[in-house]
Antibody, heavy 118, light 108 residues
Framework: QVQLQESGPGLVKPSETLSLTCTVS????????WSWLRQPPGKGLEWIGY???????NYSPSLKSRVTISVDTSKSQFSLRLNSVTAADTAMYYC????????????WGQGTMVTVSS | EIVMTQSPATLSLSPGERATLSCRAG??????LAWYQQKPGQAPSLLIY???TRATGVPARFSGSGSGTDFTLTISSLQSEDFALYYC??????????FGQGTKLEIK
């Protein structure tokens, strides 16, 4: 079955750029919407944005100025870049797939913890 | 941005009891609503979409109802594995998709 796996540094310095990659395996990559979400410690879920193919992206207005989500279909991967990070960006970061019949997130990665600290 | 409000924040019940979790949207989301379950140290998993359709593999004791602004997740007879965090999410009006703050279902 389809599996998602996040990868990237667990520690990022303030003002620098957070970069994560999600690798999709076990199923089709094309045609789906692929999202990044995050969850600060002890808090709720926040949607960051999605990508479909290489040109169709959509971002949360609150993060739009700092976020880029891109895709590499040849590797079945999509990536997140978040610029100018602060301690408020410390969170568990999840990649997830929107379902074929619903925009709900039907498959999630296990998540990767990113801490912003000097 | 549509604000999603869940109640109660914490629900304490015993195994075998019926659980009723509520989610209210700040404006109508029709039936574009999902419920997720999250256990400690795990990613959320999809339970319900379209307000009332169970995701693949979700037991029949989970049911969702509602439309517009008021939604309910019901667990008919609690099993030990059901004690977890539950989130609702709207996908009617975006960006952004928005989630409720969660309901913690704990063992009484």
């Amino acid at each position: 079955q389809v599996q998602l796996q996040e990868s990237g540094p667990g520690l990022v310095k303030p003002s620098e750029t957070l970069s994560l990659t999600c690798t999709v395996s076990g199923g089709s990559f094309s045609g789906y919407y692929w999202s990044w979400l995050r969850q600060p410690p002890g808090k709720g879920l926040e949607w960051i944005g999605y990508v479909q193919y290489s040109v169709n992206t959509n971002y949360s207005p609150s993060l739009k100025s700092r976020v880029t989500i891109s895709v590499d279909t040849s590797k079945s991967q999509f990536s997140l870049r978040l610029n100018s990070v602060t301690a408020a960006d410390t969170a568990m970061y999840y990649c997830a797939r929107e379902g074929a019949v619903t925009p709900a997130f039907d498959i999630w990665g296990q998540g990767t913890m990113v801490t912003v600290s000097s | 941005e549509i604000v999603m409000t869940q109640s109660p924040a914490t629900l304490s019940l015993s195994p075998g009891e019926r659980a009723t979790l509520s989610c209210r949207a700040g404006q109508s989301v029709r039936t574009d609503l999902a419920w997720y379950q999250q256990k400690p140290g795990q990613a959320p998993s999809l339970l319900i979409y379209g307000a009332s359709t169970r995701a693949t593999g979700v037991p029949a004791r989970f049911s969702g109802s509602g439309s517009g602004t008021d939604f309910t997740l019901t667990i008919s007879s609690l099993q030990s594995e059901d004690f977890a965090l539950y989130y609702c999410q709207q996908y009617n009006n975006w960006p952004p998709y928005t989630f409720g703050q969660g309901t913690k279902l704990e063992i009484k």
